[in-house]
């Protein structure tokens, strides 16, 4: 795994090393779980059908896995836009723009993790 790859990508693995108590393979086991999650592909599929029960599950579901797995460019989003479901005081627009600043910020973060895992 090429560690310096995710942290030049804005993944603090030195966080998600100590999260993991120092074990390098329980993190990358752990970042391999998220690769192949299709949590995103869920949360696409209830925003687009404006299911906003189903997207607060998803969104708060990768709120934790990524914050426990420290990838903060995917939880500052995602916890955004739970706080906008939580609330209930956010226009479709806001919604919207939300929901794909997180999807961007999940796909870079994917991207960088399969890249990171191939090395």
Known sequence: MNEKYLIQNGINYNEGLKRCLGKKDLYEKILKAFVKDNILTKAKK??????????????????????????????????????????????????????????KSYSTALMAIKKALSE
């Not at 797995?69 to 005081?89: C, Q």
Request: charged residues 25%; contains cysteine; proline residues 2%.
């Open 46 to 103: 209830a925003m687009h059908e404006k299911n906003l029960t189903e997207l607060k599950f998803c969104i708060h579901e990768i709120k934790g896995s990524s914050a426990n797995m420290s990838l903060t460019s995917v939880y500052l989003p995602a916890n955004e836009i739970n706080n906008l479901l939580v609330e209930k005081k956010y226009t479709e627009e806001e919604l919207i723009n939300a929901f794909d600043n997180f999807s």
